[in-house]
Structure formats: C-alpha cells, structure tokens
C-alpha cells in the first residue's frame, strides 16, 4: 500500500521535484547509513570500480549526499541546475568515470533510498527518481565528453618552490605539464603522490601569469592529509596533478564599480588575484581589501598586500587581528563604507562567509553582487 502522503510546507514545485525533495527530507537523518550503503552496494556489484574511489571513503560520503541535495534543491532551476552538474561532470573525469559507469551508479542510488526512504517510497517517487537520475547522469557525461574535446582529464604539475611562511602555511609554486587556463579567483583540486585519490580543492592565489606557473597558499590542517602532506612533505620537484579550474568568484569587468574584497587566514589567497586581475585590465576601480587573521603572526601575506597598495591607488588594504581589533573580520567592516555601490568577494573559512554575507546584504549589497565559492566546498577545502 503506498505510504499516505502527509502534507509539508515545501510542497512547491513540479510533482518530480516535490518527491525528490520528500525523499530527502526522509533521508537526511539518517544520510550518513544511505550513502554508506549505496557504496556498499556498489562495490559489490562493481568490484572494479573500486580503484576509483579513495582508501577511506569518510568524507567521499559526505560529498555524494552533497551533490544530491544540491541536484534535489534546484531540480526546477535548469540554468542553476546544469551548471552544477556539467561543472561536476567535468570534474569526475580526473578519477576515470566512464560514461558506461553511470547506469550501477543510479541502480544502487536508487537500491539505497529505497531502503532508507521505504516510509514515502511508491512506484511514483521511484520513477521520479529515474527520470531526475537519467537527466543528470545525461548532462554529466554530455559535459565530460565535451571537455574530453578540449582539455586533459588532469595536469601533472612540477612544485617549483615551497615557501613555509608559518609552522603551518606554505606558499607553493608549481609548473604544469601542459597549458592551464583560468581565471583570477577560480579554484582547482589537488592531489598529491602521496595519498592517491584524494582531492582538495585550492585557489589560485595569482592571476594567470605569462610563465604560466600557478600558486597556492595552504595551510596544514588538524587530520588533513593533503593539506598537511603539501605544507610538510612537498618539496621542489615532486609533481602533483592538478584538476580542472571551477568556480564563479571572478571579476565582472562588464562594470567599473569597486570592489569589497574580504579575505580571512589562507582566504587571502583569491582576493590577491583578484586585485593582480584588476591591475592588468587597467580599470580604476576602487579595491577596498580586508584581511583577516587571528594573530600578526598569521598575516603572512600582508607585505606582499602592501607592496600591491604602494604600486596601485585605487588599492587599499587593512589588516584585521581578531586579538588586537576584538572582534572579526565581517563586523570591522561597519568601521567603513558606505558600501551599497560596491561588488563584493568573500573567501575564507565557512563562518566567516556566512557572517559576512549576512552583514553585506545588511549593507544593501544585493545578493547578486556577493560573490563566494559554495560553501559546502569549502568544508573540503584545504583539508
Ligand atoms: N575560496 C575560498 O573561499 C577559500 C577559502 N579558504 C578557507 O579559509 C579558511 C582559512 O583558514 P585559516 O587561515 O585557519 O583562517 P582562520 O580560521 O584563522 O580565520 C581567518 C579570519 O577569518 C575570520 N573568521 C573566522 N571564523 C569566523 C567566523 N565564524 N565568523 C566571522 N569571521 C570569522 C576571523 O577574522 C579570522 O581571523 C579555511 O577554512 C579554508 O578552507 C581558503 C582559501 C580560499
């Protein structure tokens, strides 16, 4: 007997997508038993797909749930929706998914909700599922196959220097194999010799340069294994693959308007090349630049900031120590403006974007001019 339908507040939508939302509603309790089952299942009936997956699979389960709360939450916002899933096609390409990997895939996904939504799950809501998971898988492997056109699935890069500048925040230069286009403000994901398979995502901490070397700022995180493995262990010459550049805090140079730029600990990383972005397109545009750091010591980067205000007038930078200021970065900002007319940028720890998002639009920023990477990439980020 189908379950009875009890009516919830998020019944907006098409019938598609107020199925998929119940089923995940009724999942999220318990996301963490799905997604260990739906690997499970697949490992078992995909042995060889194994090797795609990293050896511990802790934060790999997080991430599936991720991508589909994310593909559940905009199934009736194409635009939003196909960028999301063609950004993530194109990014499985470096761990070696093929197209005919996709139908186990939905199979299993579709064995494990069944079990852990059996309260909502009918015949309806199995083939919503279908038809969301067949246009999803569609689009992913549509948009790898179209980058498989243009771009390798992953760069080798050569670790040119390695600049400890704290006991934990290395600045990282690296020289990759073949041509890495990007933009000021992107990021890209790492792995390194020592832990295959597992990824983290880091900026570019400069605008694309006529040696086409590209930098990173990281610091060594508690528990993080690439993190610490790039601040300890890397050395020049060991070699690094490198993903494919994503992510949409980029200048809009369609406008002068100025720019409120935050930058929190290793968050500084983009805002810099940001401002190098600025400078070579020439536009006077203000830059207004807050750099946030617990201590002086962990402002590593600030005398590479002011040599950028000396060399340029439209650039002005503060620092902000939560000891010495006593308080955070995002709330030093009411200290200034006004800051209705700017275009904002935000980079840094998750509570941080958060907060200073929260304050921005407070300011009368409009949404759409706030930019930031989502922050659930974040809770991967520098890991
Ligand atoms: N594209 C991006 O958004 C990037 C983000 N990151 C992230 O930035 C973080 C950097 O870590 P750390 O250097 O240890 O930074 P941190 O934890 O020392 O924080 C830096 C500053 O941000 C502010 N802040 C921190 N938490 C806050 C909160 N809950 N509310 C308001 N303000 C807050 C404070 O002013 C603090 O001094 C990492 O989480 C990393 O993943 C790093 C690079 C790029």
Same mark, same amino acid.
């Given at each position: 007997?189908?379950?009875?339908?009890?009516?919830?507040?998020?019944?907006?939508?098409?019938?598609?997508?107020?199925?998929?939302?119940?089923?995940?509603?009724?999942?999220?309790?318990? @996301?963490?038993?799905?997604?260990?089952?739906? $690997? @499970?299942?697949?490992?078992?009936?995909?042995?060889?797909?194994?090797?795609?997956?990293?050896? /511990?699979?802790?934060?790999?389960?997080?991430?599936?749930?991720?991508?589909?709360?994310? /593909?559940?939450?905009?199934?009736?916002?194409?635009?939003?929706?196909?960028?999301?899933?063609?950004?993530?096609?194109?990014?499985?390409?470096?761990?070696?998914?093929?197209?005919?990997? $996709?139908?186990?895939?939905?199979?299993?996904?579709?064995?494990?909700?069944?079990?852990? @939504? /059996?309260?909502?799950?009918?015949?309806?809501?199995?083939?919503?599922?279908?038809?969301?998971?067949?246009?999803?898988?569609?689009?992913?492997?549509?948009?790898? /196959?179209?980058?498989?056109?243009?771009?390798?699935?992953?760069?080798? @890069?050569?670790?040119?220097?390695?600049?400890?500048?704290?006991?934990?925040?290395?600045?990282?230069?690296?020289?990759?194999?073949?041509?890495?286009?990007?933009?000021?403000?992107? $990021?890209?994901?790492?792995?390194?010799?020592?832990?295959?398979?597992?990824?983290?995502?880091?900026?570019?901490?400069?605008?694309?340069?006529?040696?086409?070397?590209?930098?990173?700022?990281?610091?060594?995180?508690?528990?993080?294994?690439?993190?610490?493995?790039?601040? =300890?262990?890397?050395?020049?010459?060991?070699?690094?693959?490198?993903?494919?550049?994503?992510?949409?805090?980029?200048?809009?140079?369609?406008?002068?308007?100025?720019?409120?730029?935050?930058?929190?600990?290793?968050?500084?990383?983009?805002?810099?090349?940001?401002?190098?972005?600025?400078?070579? =397109?020439?536009?006077?545009?203000?830059?207004?630049?807050? $750099?946030?750091?617990?201590?002086?010591?962990?402002?590593?980067?600030?005398?590479?900031?002011?040599?950028?205000?000396?060399?340029?007038?439209?650039?002005?930078?503060?620092?902000?120590?939560?000891?010495?200021?006593?308080?955070?970065?995002?709330?030093?900002?009411?200290?200034?403006?006004?800051?209705?007319?700017?275009?904002?940028?935000?980079?840094?720890?998750?509570?941080?974007?958060?907060?200073?998002?929260?304050?921005?639009?407070?300011?009368?920023?409009?949404?759409?001019?706030?930019?930031?990477?989502?922050?659930?990439?974040?809770?991967?980020?520098?890991?």
């Amino acid at each position: 007997m189908p379950a009875q339908r009890v009516a919830v507040a998020d019944e907006e939508g098409s019938p598609d997508a107020i199925l998929i939302r119940r089923t995940m509603s009724e999942i999220g309790p318990v @996301a963490d038993k799905v997604a260990s089952y739906f $690997y @499970a299942l697949l490992f078992v009936r995909r042995p060889d797909l194994r090797v795609l997956f990293p050896p /511990a699979m802790d934060m790999q389960r997080d991430r599936l749930l991720k991508a589909l709360l994310t /593909a559940a939450e905009h199934l009736d916002n194409t635009p939003v929706l196909v960028d999301y899933l063609q950004n993530l096609g194109r990014g499985h390409r470096k761990y070696g998914t093929r197209a005919e990997d $996709y139908p186990a895939v939905g199979e299993c996904l579709i064995g494990s909700l069944s079990k852990y @939504a /059996a309260a909502v799950w009918d015949p309806e809501t199995e083939a919503a599922w279908v038809r969301a998971y067949t246009t999803i898988s569609q689009v992913m492997i549509d948009s790898a /196959a179209a980058d498989a056109l243009r771009s390798p699935a992953w760069w080798h @890069a050569e670790v040119v220097t390695h600049d400890l500048r704290t006991p934990d925040v290395a600045i990282l230069t690296v020289r990759p194999d073949q041509p890495y286009p990007f933009l000021a403000g992107q $990021y890209t994901s790492i792995e390194t010799p020592w832990w295959p398979r597992v990824w983290r995502h880091y900026s570019f901490a400069s605008a694309p340069r006529s040696d086409g070397l590209l930098t990173f700022h990281v610091k060594a995180v508690p528990a993080g294994w690439v993190s610490n493995a790039l601040v =300890h262990r890397a050395r020049p010459g060991d070699v690094i693959r490198l993903g494919p550049p994503t992510g949409s805090m980029t200048v809009d140079h369609t406008t002068d308007s100025g720019l409120l730029c935050l930058g929190g600990g290793t968050g500084i990383a983009p805002i810099k090349a940001l401002v190098e972005d600025v400078a070579e =397109h020439g536009a006077r545009r203000p830059v207004e630049v807050f $750099y946030g750091a617990r201590t002086d010591h962990d402002l590593y980067e600030i005398d590479t900031m002011l040599r950028l205000q000396q060399s340029h007038s439209w650039l002005s930078v503060r620092a902000i120590i939560d000891q010495q200021a006593r308080l955070q970065l995002p709330e030093a900002l009411r200290d200034y403006g006004p800051w209705n007319e700017y275009d904002a940028y935000l980079s840094g720890p998750p509570g941080m974007i958060r907060s200073g998002v929260d304050m921005l639009r407070g300011f009368g920023i409009p949404s759409s001019r706030i930019r930031h990477d989502a922050v659930e990439e974040l809770l991967v980020v520098g890991n």
